[in-house]
């Protein structure tokens, strides 16, 4: 790990006052979440039973509707994230928003760790697997809805409409409030720290240029072809929960 780095990362958060944290998958792999683009993730490891299907069909709207019970057994073996752990990253940020230099947490994921590390302004621009509605009558169910009905295809039992995820689905519009609080919390930030992505799904991707502050880090363990701005910014290419750890070590957190 780059010592020097992490500790130029720790001097600028005692500068900034306006933190926000843009966040991708990386953030929960180390939580044992698998990365849908990574070659070693969610989709080069399905199942027999989906290998006839492509990839982002699986999980999309035209899957949701025209095959219910092929999405639903999907969505019940892969994305079902209760029981899985905040890691030091999770912990760290909501520590930072604890002492009042976080102000937001902007994030692509859908598991809620964010939230189960403490964390209180999150924006889930993906939507999330912790909420579960109505199709057609639009009343709330809880995440433990889905994977614990019997059902193949779960039904609202007020008026039968299917119960789907609040989830951001391959075809659908990303959710207009979080959008919207994510980009002016980005536009209102004095730093940006960008973790966990590669920058490369959009629209959400675009979002980090709306950012005008003094310090832009970005944390990856892979290189980014991202440009930085000069000496106020810099890249860490380190596993996120280590960098945030020692972090937290040089902030007393």
């Not at 039973?49 to 095959?67: A, I, M, N, V």
């Not at 999330?128 to 809805?145: E, F, I, L, R, W």
Request: charge should be neutral; proline fraction near 5%; include cysteine.
């Amino acid at each position: 790990m780059d010592e020097e780095k992490v500790k130029k990362l720790a001097e600028f958060i005692k500068e900034s006052n306006n933190v926000v944290f843009f966040g991708g998958a990386g953030v929960s792999t180390e939580s044992g979440v698998p990365d849908f683009r990574s070659k070693d993730g969610l989709y080069n490891r399905r199942d027999v039973q989906f290998e006839k299907y492509p990839p982002e069909y699986l999980l999309s709207h035209t899957c949701l509707e025209r095959e219910p019970k092929v999405f639903f057994e999907f969505y019940r073996q892969k994305m079902d994230a209760r029981n899985v752990q905040p890691n030091a990253a999770h912990i760290f940020l909501a520590k930072l928003e604890a002492v009042g230099k976080l102000k937001a947490v902007v994030t692509q994921n859908i598991d809620g760790l964010h939230q189960r590390a403490g964390s209180k302004t999150v924006y889930e621009i993906h939507g999330t697997t912790m909420q579960n509605y109505c199709s057609d009558c639009g009343k709330v169910y809880p995440a433990d809805h889905i994977f614990n009905s019997k059902e193949p295809v779960p039904t609202c039992p007020d008026c039968g409409g299917v119960i789907r995820c609040d989830v951001t689905l391959y075809e659908e519009l990303l959710p207009e409030k979080a959008v919207n609080n994510a980009i002016i919390a980005i536009k209102q930030a004095d730093m940006l720290i960008i973790g966990g992505t590669s920058l490369t799904v959009y629209p959400a991707a675009s979002y980090v240029n709306y950012f005008k502050g003094k310090h832009l880090v970005v944390i990856n363990k892979d290189p980014l072809n991202y440009r930085l701005r000069g000496e106020s910014d810099i890249e860490i290419n380190d596993p996120i929960g280590k960098v945030f750890f020692r972090c937290g070590e040089l902030l007393g957190l």
